[in-house]
C-alpha cells in the first residue's frame, strides 16, 4: 500500500486469479498456476506471503459486537420513545430494532428498504413485523439464478412494533423509500399534530452507512461502533444463546454455516464462565482419593475383604480386585474418578533371537573344533 503496509493474503491470491481469468479468455492455453514458465514466480509469491505473514492484514476482519454496557446506555437513550417529538431519534430506533432484528447489512442493502418489505402480521394474537420474502440482499440478489433473501427474523417486542407503526404514519405518503429525511434539523421536534414528520427525500447510501456512529456519538456509547458491529452483535448474541449456525445463517442470511465461524469469540462474560466452571470441577488428589473410597465402599461389592485397601486405592492394579467387585461394580456410580487400565505386562522371553543364534553358532564352532581335534 502506499502506507507501506501489505494487503491481505487474500488479496494477493485474488489478484493472480483475476490474472488467470484474463488469460482464459485471451490465452486459453496459458495457465499461470500450473506451468513451468510461472513455478518461479509462484515459488516467490509463496515466499513472500509466508515471510511477511506477521505483517499481513487478515482475511477476514469483523467488527467488535456492542457491549453489554453500551446496550444499557441505548435502552436509557430510546427511553419514552412512543412519545418522542423527535424524528432524528424515531429514525434511529426503528433502524437499530431492523437492522438487528433481521441482520441486515449496511447502506447499499438499507437504502433499497422500501415500505411494502416490512410486512406486519398478527401471530397468536400478537403483532409481529416480518421482512418481505422478495427482499434482496447482497448475499440473495434474486435473478435467473439467484434467490430472493428470506429472513426468519421478526420484530415482536410491543414496544418496538409501535415504534414502527408510530414511524411509518410519519413517513411522506409519496415517497417509498423506508428511511427517509427528517423536516426538521438535528435537535428540533415537530408537533404531534403534524402529519408527516419526513420531507419527500430518502436518506443517502452515505447517511445510512455512518447511522451506528451518529448513534453512537449522540447516546454517549464508550466506542464509535459501525453498522456491522451491529449485524455482528446479532450473530454473537445468537451464538451464545446457543442457536445452531444453521438456524442463524435463517436470519443472516448467510448461505454457508462455515461463514459464522469469523464471528465465534469469547465474550468477557464467557470467558468468566469458562474460568467458573474449571475452578467447579478441580479436584485434589487426596479428595479424588476420598471420592473413590466412597464410590466403592457404597458399591454392591460383597467380598470387601478381597479387595483392595481404600487408601491404596489410587495404586492399585486390576488383578488386585476380587472377580466378584468386578461383576459387583457395574452397577456402582463413581463420582470424580479416573481410572487408568493398563495391560498385563507381557512374559519376557527366556532368550531373544539374536542370543539363540549367537549360542547355535558357539555350538557350531565348538563341534567343527572337536572333529578337528579327532
Request: charged share 20%; with cysteine.
Amino acid at each position: 500500500k502506499q502506507d507501506g503496509s501489505y494487503y491481505s493474503r487474500s488479496s494477493y491470491l485474488a489478484a493472480r486469479s483475476a490474472f488467470q481469468r484474463h488469460f482464459n479468455e485471451f490465452r486459453p492455453d496459458v495457465n499461470i498456476f500450473s506451468d513451468v514458465a510461472f513455478k518461479h514466480s509462484n515459488f516467490v509469491l509463496d515466499g513472500v506471503l509466508k515471510e511477511k505473514s506477521k505483517g499481513l492484514e487478515p482475511a477476514v476482519k469483523h467488527k467488535e459486537s456492542i457491549s453489554d454496557a453500551d446496550w444499557t446506555v441505548l435502552d436509557s437513550y430510546f427511553d419514552n420513545i412512543l412519545v418522542t417529538l423527535d424524528p432524528r431519534k424515531l429514525t434511529y430506533y426503528v433502524w437499530f430494532h431492523v437492522t438487528s432484528k433481521f441482520c441486515l447489512r449496511g447502506g447499499e442493502v438499507q437504502k433499497c428498504l422500501t415500505k411494502k418489505d416490512l410486512v406486519l402480521s398478527t401471530v397468536q394474537g400478537k403483532a409481529v413485523y416480518t421482512l418481505a420474502k422478495d427482499f434482496m440482499s447482497k448475499n440473495h440478489q434474486g435473478g435467473l439464478v439467484g434467490s430472493a433473501h428470506t429472513s426468519a427474523g421478526c420484530i415482536q417486542d410491543e414496544t418496538q412494533v409501535a415504534a414502527i407503526q408510530l414511524y411509518v404514519s410519519k413517513l411522506h405518503p409519496e415517497l417509498d423509500r423506508f428511511f427517509q429525511r427528517s423536516k426538521v434539523p438535528p435537535g428540533a421536534s415537530v408537533t404531534s399534530s403534524d402529519d408527516a414528520w419526513f420531507v419527500n427525500s430518502p436518506l443517502s447510501h452515505n447517511l445510512l452507512k455512518q447511522m451506528m456512529g451518529r448513534l453512537s456519538s449522540d447516546a454517549g456509547l464508550s466506542a464509535a461502533y459501525t453498522n456491522h458491529c451491529l449485524r455482528a452483535t446479532t450473530i454473537v448474541r445468537l451464538k451464545e444463546a446457543g442457536v445452531e449456525d444453521r438456524k442463524i445463517c435463517e436470519i443472516s442470511g448467510h448461505r454457508n454455516a462455515a461463514s459464522l465461524d469469523a464471528y465465534e469469540r469469547t465474550s468477557p462474560k464467557r470467558a468468566c464462565d469458562f474460568s467458573a466452571a474449571i475452578d467447579t470441577n478441580i479436584v485434589s488428589p487426596a479428595n479424588a482419593v476420598s471420592a473413590c473410597a466412597s464410590s466403592i465402599a457404597t458399591s454392591a461389592c460383597s467380598s470387601a475383604a478381597a479387595v483392595a485397601p481404600l487408601s491404596d486405592v489410587s495404586n492399585t492394579t486390576a488383578s488386585s480386585f476380587a472377580p466378584s467387585f468386578v461383576m459387583n461394580a457395574a452397577g456402582a456410580q463413581f463420582n470424580n474418578v479416573t481410572f487408568n487400565v493398563s495391560p498385563p505386562p507381557k512374559k519376557k522371553k527366556k532368550l531373544s533371537l539374536q542370543l539363540k543364534k549367537a549360542r547355535d553358532k558357539l555350538e557350531h564352532q565348538k563341534k567343527l573344533s572337536e572333529s578337528e581335534e579327532t
